[in-house]
């Protein structure tokens, strides 16, 4: 059963830094694409941050783009969303998931993790 795994959420004041962290298992699924997405309370989940797991392609959404990184650690299989200059506004529950390809879509995810809760206190 194919399982992810975020961790690194908390509460921090506008301005600092967070890095999120996304585990897969088991180590026999093949990882194509990892995706990073949040949910603001009563909508639906946004897109941040996507990644190619072979050659690192990554894509931003503009709201993120120059603040947030996504990277990834094949030996340990591991994502990545380091969050950076975080504003009120970025509060959320930040989820991975994972694709064939690093889409903005939600849709074309197929495994998701349980999330973990960013504050951003102003």
């Known amino acids: 059963q194919v399982q992810l795994e975020e961790s690194g959420g908390g509460l921090v004041q506008a301005g600092a830094s967070l890095n999120l962290s996304c585990t897969i298992s088991?180590?026999?699924?093949?990882?194509?694409?990892m995706g990073w997405f949040r949910q603001f309370p009563g909508k639906d989940r946004e897109f941040v941050a996507a990644?190619?797991?072979?050659?690192?392609?990554?894509v931003y959404a503009d709201s993120v783009k120059g603040r947030f990184a996504i990277s990834r650690d094949h030996p340990k299989r591991k994502s990545y969303l380091r969050m950076n200059t975080l504003k009120p506004e970025d509060t959320a529950v930040y989820f991975c998931a994972t694709a064939k390809t690093p889409t903005p879509d939600p849709r074309d995810y197929d495994y998701w993790g349980q999330g973990t809760q960013v504050t951003v206190s102003s």
């Open positions: 088991p180590r026999s699924f093949i990882t194509y694409a």
């Open positions: 990644m190619a797991w072979d050659d690192g392609t990554d």
